[in-house]
């Protein structure tokens, strides 16, 4: 079992920053994938960037590619989100979530942050 738990989220102006987090609690492996994916009103959720627990070879959407930065820190037990150049269209609620595998569905969510862009 995975217990996580965002925090970061809030109100930026266009263009500004925001670092997300995501505390890892269970027990977990470096084949584990973890995942940030946003869910803004009258949309489906979409994956925003995923990463192996140990950290290698992060996936962005082209939308967060060149402005987010997704990575572990494995002795904290945290995932990270750092989103720089932020759109209004970034506005969502964003979860962490974790599945146990590449061939896996993401099985543990987060309960979100909220992420506010104002134009």
């Known amino acids: 079992q995975v217990h996580l738990v965002e925090s970061g989220g809030g109100l930026v102006q266009t263009g500004g920053s925001l670092r997300l987090s995501c505390a890892v609690s269970?027990?977990?492996?470096?084949?584990?994938?973890m995942g940030w994916f946003r869910q803004s009103p009258g949309k489906e959720r979409e994956i925003v960037a995923r990463i192996p627990w140990s950290g290698d070879t992060p996936y962005y959407s082209d939308s967060a590619k060149g402005r987010f930065t997704i990575s572990t820190d494995n002795a904290k037990n945290t995932l990270c989100l750092q989103m720089s150049n932020l759109k209004p269209e970034d506005t969502a609620v964003y979860y962490c979530?974790?599945?146990?595998?590449?061939?896996?569905?993401?099985?543990?969510w987060g309960q979100g942050t909220q992420v506010t862009v104002s134009s």
């Open positions: 269970g027990r977990t492996f470096d084949y584990y994938i």
């Open positions: 979530a974790v599945r146990e595998g590449p061939q896996n569905l993401y099985r543990f």
